[in-house]
């Protein structure tokens, strides 16, 4: 079943680009990276899904349900932590926790004192005393308090101390554990690499790639380094699929590797070695390797 799904989602800011035929599919029970530079289209795309605005044109669906056409049963299914939100300042952070709670008709107490204990969360401070990551820690707990289907979280880990996101990445864990489905909009790489079955990945308002974080790794080079006992055999390296910048020097040759590496390592056991070392891409390089050098560097923690 696919909780979210969406057919040429397009939003138009007047002359200014929002989204543009943005097709998504995302199933039931997995953990979906959006990830794209900032001022990509993620958070257009999340309110639309929402119908906090409506698209320019194409469908958004959320439990099979248009999200134009019924947008409070949508929201009594989810929950949702905005990319910059502002609640009241003269409640303390307890009663906004609350507040909310009691908007959904009461949930499980013993289960909301977890979450605050779990994200260390002072409740008897005012929400305008909070720092950012404090009042971040606020809304993860009211998006998180009623168990909802489906997490909606846009930038969740924004302006929270290591501690505190692995706390998060745990309770991520535990709703998929749980059978429900976590959308999770982002610019750190590494935090889809960590928690993600899947991944989107979205630039000037277009999907540019939908793949499992395994695959998207795999588009990206290996760092290779081979040190041999006697000369170096570089041409017997150069001409192989997919090997790039060969550099030779004092018995190591180096070299980029895209694709498969079996050719290498077949070449390689030809042979006799000292060393074969090649070096696992992470997200961030594949980025940088398919997207280019700005978005890799706009897309950095």
């Known amino acids: 079943m696919n909780v979210i799904e969406t057919e040429r989602l397009t939003?138009?800011?007047?002359?200014?680009?929002?989204?543009?035929?943005?097709?998504?599919?995302?199933?039931?029970?997995?953990?979906?990276?959006?990830?794209?530079?900032?001022g990509a289209g993620k958070t257009t795309t999340i309110r639309t899904l929402l119908d906090l605005i409506r698209p320019t044109s194409g469908v958004a669906r959320v439990?099979?349900?248009?999200?134009?056409?019924?947008?409070?049963?949508?929201?009594?299914?989810?929950?949702y932590i905005p990319g910059e939100f502002a609640l009241y300042d003269r409640l303390t952070g307890g009663q906004t926790i609350e507040y909310f709670g009691n908007l959904r008709g009461g949930v499980d107490r013993a289960y909301r004192a977890a979450l605050i204990e779990r994200f260390d969360v002072d409740p008897s401070r005012r929400f305008r005393e909070y720092s950012k990551g404090n009042k971040q820690k606020i809304g993860l707990v009211i998006a998180l308090q009623h168990r909802p289907e489906?997490?909606?979280l846009d930038e969740p880990t924004s302006g929270l101390d290591?501690?505190?996101q692995q706390s998060f990445y745990a309770l991520v864990r535990e709703a998929q554990a749980e059978g429900r489905t976590v959308f999770l909009s982002s610019h750190?790489?590494?935090?889809?690499?960590r928690t993600c079955d899947r991944v989107a990945i979205i630039r000037d308002g277009r999907l540019v790639k939908v793949d499992s974080v395994e695959g998207l790794r795999d588009l990206a080079h290996h760092e290779v380094e081979l040190r041999f006992v006697d000369g170096v055999p570089a041409k017997a390296f150069e001409g192989l699929p997919g090997v790039s910048e060969v550099v030779v020097g004092d018995h190591t040759l180096r070299m980029r590797v895209s694709g498969p590496i079996t050719?290498?390592?077949?070449?390689?056991?030809?042979?006799e070695l000292l060393d074969f070392v090649s070096r696992e891409p992470t997200l961030e390089e594949t980025f940088l390797a398919q997207y280019g050098h700005e978005a890799a560097e706009v897309a950095r923690p």
């Open 11 to 38: 939003k138009s800011y007047g002359s200014h680009r929002g989204i543009i035929e943005v097709d998504l599919a995302v199933n039931e029970g997995e953990v979906f990276g959006f990830l794209g530079p900032n």
């Open 63 to 79: 439990f099979g349900i248009e999200s134009s056409a019924d947008p409070v049963a949508i929201h009594r299914r989810i929950g």
């Open 150 to 152: 489906l997490l909606v």
């Open 162 to 164: 290591p501690l505190v």
């Open 188 to 193: 750190i790489l590494s935090e889809v690499e």
């Open 263 to 271: 050719p290498v390592v077949q070449a390689a056991a030809r042979y």
